[in-house]
């Protein structure tokens, strides 16, 4: 199947520093790609879907300030996590498909620890 | 609103041993319904899929039922192996919509 990558696979940082993790498609154009977070033993929750060359869309309650998402390429999608505090401390998977494909491919996830 | 209730791990099976990892839902009307794997270090991968109630999903050994009288898609393999250990998610989602909501994710660990 295809491959998504995520970089990196794990961060620690301090409180209040910005984090970006990296989610790409290494053998597909991916017009569209998710954001999942999952906290310890709850379930992945989407957190945004964007499409290649336009404004991400967010689920409700997450806060696109907080979490910038940009998807500059048809092969990158990135996440910034802004001023992160120790309640971000989660998993963070991203997604991608190519136009009309019913599959997701997933990246490995990153996990961030903010201290 | 829709969810996926899954079996709370871990599970700690001996090889060979047969598996059952229990899934209902909670939707109005039928969704798809997906079992997803995911093995250490690597990213999510499509176990099984079904797509309309009593269809069964199956691969590397891998049975799913789509029962729409129980609400139910219980994963199971008759004989593990321990390349089987891995973490297992069941997801159901509408139609071509972007979101899956999924499960919390089953550890499996097979031992020799």
């Known amino acids: 199947g295809a491959v998504v990558s995520q970089h990196p696979s794990w961060v620690i940082c301090k409180s209040g520093t910005s984090v970006k993790i990296e989610c790409r498609s290494l053998?597909?154009?991916?017009?569209?790609m998710f954001w999942y977070r999952q906290f310890p033993k709850q379930s992945l929750m989407l957190m945004a879907t964007?499409?290649?060359?336009?404004?991400?869309?967010?689920e409700q309650g997450v806060e696109k300030d907080k979490f910038l998402i940009n998807h500059a390429s048809l092969t990158l999608s990135t996440l910034t996590v802004t001023s992160a505090h120790p309640e971000d401390s989660s998993f963070y998977i991203c997604?991608?498909?190519?136009?009309?494909?019913?599959?997701?491919?997933f990246g490995e996830g990153s996990r961030l620890t903010v201290l | 609103g829709d969810s996926v209730t899954q079996m709370e791990g871990p599970v700690t099976l001996s090889e060979e041993a047969f598996l059952t990892i229990n899934c209902t839902y909670t939707?109005?009307?039928?969704?798809?319904l997906f079992w997803y794997v995911q093995y250490p270090g690597e990213g999510l991968q499509l176990l099984l899929k079904?797509?309309?109630?009593?269809d069964k999903g199956s691969n590397k050994g891998f049975e799913a039922t789509y029962r729409k009288e129980t609400t139910s898609f219980h994963l199971e393999k008759g004989s593990v192996q321990v390349s089987d250990s891995a973490v297992y998610f069941c997801?159901?989602?509408?139609?071509?919509?972007?979101?899956?909501?999924f499960g919390t994710g089953t550890r499996l660990t097979v031992i020799p």
């Open positions: 053998d597909f154009q991916a017009t569209t």
């Open positions: 079904a797509t309309k109630a009593d």
């Open positions: 939707a109005t009307g039928y969704p798809s």
């Open positions: 964007s499409n290649e060359g336009s404004k991400a869309t967010y």
């Open positions: 997801a159901l989602r509408w139609g071509g919509a972007n979101n899956l909501f």
């Open positions: 997604s991608a498909r190519t136009l009309g494909a019913g599959e997701l491919f």
